[in-house]
């Protein structure tokens, strides 16, 4: 498993451009968040009120945005929400990217044009759908190829996508990913705390009250 990482590492070092950022560094006009979520109702909530809440609200955020674009997936009689949303302000950033659900359930990118989020929700949804159609005794096998897709589908657009690693001296740090344009002066390394998008089996999460932002 350790050598599959690894390799797994090195893969994404050649293939992508890496380079480090900070929050107050972002362009908060155009900035991309969307989660997923796979129905979990152990507390016999009305499923209604479920979907209505979306992916989002079930992993406990409230967007007072208009642009939240929610979508309803049956895959393999699994009921999944996927959500979309701008978000243009320094302290939902923070709070997006330094919780726990970052890399898991989440996923922020940023672009220096304003997208059209219907544009991107399509873009994601393929994507989300083959991740719950993976049978997961074969998961390590598959999982860097939906990675790829899902940088590649992005980067297209011009987009970064952002990254969340903690190294061995504990230190939090953001790093974009984008389309290889140059040698990388950033790389990442094994020794250090990453957990990619779409890089685990999904596990449930019980549905959790909102966070407004």
């Known amino acids: 498993m350790d050598n599959l990482r690894n390799q797994f590492i090195d893969d994404i070092n050649n293939l992508y451009s890496i380079d480090e950022i900070t929050l107050e560094q972002i362009n908060i006009k155009n900035n991309y968040v969307w989660a997923m979520y796979r129905e979990y109702n152990i507390n016999n909530i009305n499923p209604k009120i479920l979907k209505y809440k979306g992916a989002f609200g079930n992993l406990g955020f409230n967007f007072k945005n208009k642009e939240l674009l929610k979508q ?3 895959v393999y009689n699994q009921n999944i929400f996927l959500d979309i949303t701008k978000i243009s302000n320094l302290d939902g950033l923070n709070q997006i990217i330094f919780n726990q659900y970052y890399n898991k359930y989440i996923n922020l990118f940023i672009s ?3 997208l059209d989020c219907n544009i991107l929700l399509d873009r994601i949804q393929g994507i989300v759908q083959q991740y719950f159609n993976y049978n997961y005794e074969n998961y390590s096998k598959n999982h860097f190829e939906l990675l790829c897709k899902y940088y590649n589908s992005i980067n297209s657009l011009d987009c970064k996508s952002l ?3 903690t190294n061995l001296r504990g230190e939090k740090k953001i790093l974009t990913i984008s389309r290889k344009t140059k040698e990388n002066k950033i790389k990442l390394y094994s020794e250090d705390i990453i957990l990619f998008p779409f890089s685990k089996p999904y596990t449930d999460v019980i549905s959790r ?3 407004n932002l």
């Open 72 to 74: 309803f997936l049956i």
């Open 209 to 211: 009250k909102n966070i």
């Open 163 to 165: 990254l969340l690693i």
């Open 112 to 114: 220096e044009l304003e």
